[in-house]
Each structure stands twice: as C-alpha cells, then as structure tokens.
T-cell receptor, first 112, second 112 residues
C-alpha cells in the first residue's frame, strides 16, 4: 500500500539532546513537508522540499534542520536550540507544491 | 496577514442532527481551499478542494461549499463515526511560490 510512514510514534527528548524524526513515502511524490501541531493551534509549516537536495524554511524553522538526500525520505532533526519542542509532528507529501497533502500518522515528541 | 478562522471550535450533535461548520478567511489571493478530517492521534485525511466561489463538492454525508469570504462544510444526518476534528486550509501566494494557511479546526462530536 502506498503511503507515508513516520517513526517513532512517541519520542522523548532530554535537555540538550538532538533527536531525529523519520519520514518515508512510497507515493513517488516530489514535494515533502514537516508541520508542527500544538493543542488549540493550526498546523504550522517547519520546512518543505520540492526536490531532492533542496529544501526551504517554513514559518517556524528555528531550532530544526532537515535533509532530502533521497526522494522517498525527509528526516527532521529537532535540535537543542528548539526550547519548546513538545508537540505533535506531521510529515506530508504531495505531487507538486501545495496540491492536496497526504499526511503520515505523526510523531508525538515530549521533553523529559 | 493571511488568516483562517474556523467556527465553532467545538460542536456536539445528536446522531441524525444536521449542521454546518464554517471556515472564514482573509487572504491576499485565494488559490484554493482544502478540507481535511483528523482523528485523535493521527494525521489529517484529505476531504475536498474548492477553487472558485459557487463551487460545491460532496462525499457521503459531507458537502463543502465556497463563497468569496468563507467555506461551509455541511454534515447531513451525521453518525458517530463522523466524530473528528475538521481542518480548513487556504492556499495563498507567497513570494514566487505558494503556501497553505491552516485554521485551528472544529472538533465535532456526534452522540448516538
């Protein structure tokens, strides 16, 4: 079945630690995205990529980094510079930029 | 600033009690409006895209409509399985590209 796989489902970060969230898609989509969802707020864009080896900052990129070495993969690293990382992180993909998005099942990140 | 406002924040219905959810927007140039359904702890699932005022789309008990300032998601004779958070997003130009601006969602509960 085609889709987007995010892992892990739950992740805990210690003070000063970097953590990486995985996102893999087998939909053959060019564009991939990372969103952050906080309770009572709309989804906010962290980073997006339209093509391999290229990505752009979204509205809240500070404290995060990404890579796009393969079309299928778009991992997100939450660095120690992100002081409020607790949130639900969603990866998405689309055929082209801002067509309908296909979302993964999300990763809940919490701070220990 | 582009804004998307969804109302109400939460809605409780009895099974079979029809109602509507609202998504109003103030944006610089609407390219498209998207509706998604999100179940707790999962990623959003695409429902509809609307592009121009007067357009309507239907899927089972759901019908989405669009005017120049807002969109409605009408739910006819809802069932408990329609309980979810419904998200609205508008596609707007940004620089030489485009982006999605999400509303905060309406949490719908349908009681049997």
């Amino acid at each position: 079945d085609g889709g987007i796989t995010q892992s892990p489902k739950y992740l805990f970060r210690k003070e000063g630690q970097n953590v990486t969230l995985s996102c893999e898609q087998n939909l053959n989509h060019d564009a991939m995205y990372w969103y952050r969802q906080d309770p009572g707020q709309g989804l906010r864009l962290i980073y997006y990529s339209q093509i391999v080896n290229d990505f752009q900052k979204g509205d809240i990129a500070e404290g995060y980094s990404v890579s796009r070495e393969k079309k299928e993969s778009f991992p997100l690293t939450v660095t120690s510079a992100q002081k409020n990382p607790t949130a639900f992180y969603l990866c998405a993909s689309s055929d082209s930029l801002v067509e309908k998005l296909f979302f993964g099942s999300g990763t809940q990140l919490s701070v220990l | 600033e582009d804004q998307v406002t969804q109302s109400p924040e939460a809605l409780r219905l009895q099974e079979g009690e029809s109602s509507s959810l609202n998504c109003s927007y103030t944006v610089s140039g609407l390219r498209g409006l998207f509706w998604y359904r999100q179940d707790p702890g999962k990623g959003p699932e695409f429902l509809f895209t609307l592009y121009s005022a007067g357009e309507e789309k239907e899927k089972e008990r759901l019908k989405a409509t669009l005017t120049k300032k807002e969109s409605f998601l009408h739910i006819t004779a809802p069932k408990p399985e329609d309980s979810a958070t419904y998200l609205c997003a508008v596609q707007v130009p940004q620089g030489g590209s485009e982006k999605l601006v999400f509303g905060k969602g309406t949490k719908l509960t349908v009681n049997p």
